[in-house]
């Protein structure tokens, strides 16, 4: 089988994983003209996405798609009728030089399914981040799976050439587990999160030390597959939460889960809305940076699932109207974080404007603040929502996005 077959059926079998994204590692180029590959922001790394959400910045591949395991969710199961077709170490350095040199790709993103044993993948894996970095002083980032049963010495030798490590926890519940991949232990790989983090911590203990053994710069992050199962929302965050308070991971990924050919019956037939992945986002990233709590953020009304139709925080707003509106000009830092349409940014900008000036609506405007979503909770000086408008039972109808008449195949 030619190279180029190889590629096509390796990269199609890696688009299902989203763990992707490459942000949060060291900087290093190439401008002393020795290695190659860079992963500063001006021309290393960069963050695109294909048009379902899926980041395609990185040259994402498997090593193989032949497993020994046979997860029902997954296209490259034991089971699968589906083509197979396994890069040599030296196969997949060359791809990923190649498409460097051709400005296609910032980095490498290489997933494995596990053949043989799980130590024997590992090592293969590691052996092209070192060949890389080692052999071709490639600079670019790398990020490899982890396999959670690998030993601790191939674990070591992954973070020393990878910007990134992750293992994935693939669905919120252990008994969703044992139900769609028997083969899996949650223990093994939660045992494998803790053993990451370890190594972590102390590769930042030591960071001021050029000496100590380098480690995953870029940290750890997981995936979990979306709809594949009967959990919630709610279960889903409440799993990321436990993730990142236990592991320190860096990102939860959601993928929606994608019916396969020849699916198991255990399966649902049908795809999630994608809606429902950008969601599960769009909450993971009100419990980290915006200090709500999961209870919070899901209605228990709507049996613990988040709205389609309106982001998050919107919905927390309209389900808590008695605290709005708020005075943008005298609101703490917490407050105006729950704003509709107020992120991080804009908070802080408004934060440091509102120290010489009395904030108007025309200053949100210059400050770069969306006031559209904000307007009818917010008073400034010279602007105050009518108490009729913000109990209106009518304000969510100027946010759900316009309902469109399906067209005709004609
Ligand atoms: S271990 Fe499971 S999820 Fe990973 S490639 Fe094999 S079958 Fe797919």
């Not at 498997?62 to 196969?91: G, H, I, K, M, P």
């Not at 005298?330 to 908070?347: C, M, Y």
């Not at 904030?359 to 009729?388: G, Y």
């Amino acid at each position: 089988m030619d190279l180029r077959h190889k590629l096509e059926i390796l990269a199609d079998a890696a688009k299902y994983d989203a763990s992707c994204a490459s942000s949060g590692t060291e900087t290093r180029d190439s401008r002393d003209k020795k290695g190659m590959g860079s992963t500063d922001a001006g021309m290393g790394i960069c963050h695109s996405y294909a048009p379902d959400g899926r980041c395609i910045s990185l040259l994402k591949i498997l090593l193989t798609n032949a497993c020994n395991y046979d997860c029902l969710y997954c296209v490259n199961r034991a089971s699968s009728n589906v083509q197979r077709a396994r890069f040599t170490v030296e196969e997949a350095v060359k791809l990923t030089l190649d498409f460097y040199r051709r400005n296609y790709i910032e980095g490498l993103f290489l997933s494995s399914g596990i053949i043989k044993s799980p130590n024997y993948t590992m090592e293969q894996v590691v052996r092209v981040a070192k060949s890389l970095r080692e052999d071709h002083h490639f600079r670019g980032y790398i990020h490899l799976k982890t396999i959670p049963e690998a030993d601790d010495e191939l674990i070591a030798e992954a973070g020393k050439y990878a910007d990134r490590l992750s293992i994935n926890i693939e669905v919120p519940t252990e008994p969703s587990l044992a139900k769609l991949a028997p083969e899996k232990d949650v223990r093994a790989i939660r045992r494998t999160m803790a053993r990451l983090r370890f190594r972590l911590d102390k590769a930042k203990d030591n960071k001021n030390n050029k000496r100590a053994p380098r480690f995953a710069p870029a940290g750890q992050s997981t995936q979990m597959i979306v709809g594949a199962d009967t959990s919630n929302d709610q279960t889903i965050l409440e799993t990321s939460a436990n993730l990142y308070g236990s592991y320190n991971l860096r990102r939860v990924y959601y993928s929606a889960f994608s019916p396969i050919p020849d699916a198991s019956r255990a399966l649902p037939l049908q795809a999630p809305p994608l809606v429902r992945e950008h969601r599960l986002y769009q909450a993971d990233w009100l419990l980290r940076f915006y200090g709500f709590n999961i209870d919070e953020i899901t209605d228990p009304l709507e049996n613990g699932m988040l709205p389609l139709d309106i982001d998050p925080k919107l919905a927390w707003a309209l389900r808590h109207r008695d605290r709005f509106p708020l005075d943008v000009n005298s609101a703490s830092r917490e407050d105006l974080l729950r704003v509709p349409g107020f992120g991080v940014k804009a908070v802080n900008r408004i934060l440091s404007a509102r120290r010489v000036t009395s904030i108007r609506a025309a200053d949100l405007a210059r400050l770069h603040v969306p006031r559209a979503k904000a307007l009818p909770f917010i008073v400034l000086a010279d602007h105050r929502p009518s108490a009729s408008q913000i109990d209106s039972k009518r304000l969510i109808q100027m946010f759900r996005p316009p309902v469109q008449q399906l067209g005709f195949a004609f």
